[in-house]
């Protein structure tokens, strides 16, 4: 093999590298991010905007077992906006959520 047949072998072969890398970052740059805009539940370990890629943390799972409806309460990112909107809007859905989420946390309904 001459040297010009090993530069383009070396170069086809760091191109598939590169490639490689690019699907794998444009995977994981689709995953979305999400936030928790409920109430905090120190005893649950939750926090209140809370921000996690992906899959909801396992810490999560048993705090929406109890109260199921925090799972509404888990936005995507770009949405945050919108929905602290919703949320300080007396009446709308987020905020109804939100203040019966602390209710149940409190022993009421």
Do not use: H, W
């Not at 170069?11 to 794998?24: G, I, P, W």
């Amino acid at each position: 093999m001459n040297k010009k047949e090993e530069v383009k072998k070396s170069t086809t072969a760091e191109d598939e590298k590169l490639s490689e890398r690019a699907v794998k970052k444009n995977k994981v740059d689709k995953i979305k991010r999400r936030i928790y805009i409920g109430p905090s539940a120190i005893k649950f370990g939750i926090s209140k905007d809370a921000v996690f890629k992906g899959e909801v943390p396992k810490v999560y799972e048993e705090f929406f077992e109890k109260y199921p409806l925090a799972q509404k309460l888990v936005v995507e990112l770009e949405k945050l906006t919108e929905c602290k909107v919703k949320l300080a809007q007396k009446g709308s859905a987020e905020q109804v959520m939100y203040e019966k989420i602390e209710r149940q946390m409190r022993g009421g309904n």
